[in-house]
């Protein structure tokens, strides 16, 4: 459990990390390529889809936001981790 605490940790942590350094280099370089490289992304999950009870609305959903940025913070989070565990 503390494991797949740890892993929860550095995946939102890298991706967070490498989602905010995607935005900073497009305000840096705009309209680059290599800009427009760290931006390219997939979105993959459910779409919310919404249940209507009359009493209750219940609306459920979830997507991923992974771009090249984000899997590069999420690689150089791991990276990092690894080392502060030796």
Same mark, same amino acid.
């Not at 905010?20 to 370089?29: N, Y």
């Not at 800009?35 to 219940?58: F, H, K, R, S």
């Given at each position: ?11 939102? @942590? ?5 989602? /905010? ?7 840096? /370089? $705009? ?12 979105? @993959?999950?459910?779409? $919310?889809? @919404? ?11 979830? *997507? ?15 990276? *990092? ?6």
């Amino acid at each position: 459990m503390k494991n797949a605490l740890h892993a929860l940790i550095v995946v939102v @942590t890298g991706s967070l990390l490498g989602t /905010f350094v995607g935005k900073l280099a497009e305000i840096w /370089f $705009p309209g680059g390529q290599a800009v427009t490289l760290l931006n390219t992304g997939i979105n @993959t999950g459910l779409n $919310p889809a @919404t249940l209507d009870l009359a009493i209750i609305e219940l609306t459920l959903g979830l *997507v991923f936001k992974f771009n090249v940025a984000a899997l590069l913070g999420i690689f150089i989070a791991g990276v *990092v981790y690894k080392q502060l565990i030796k």
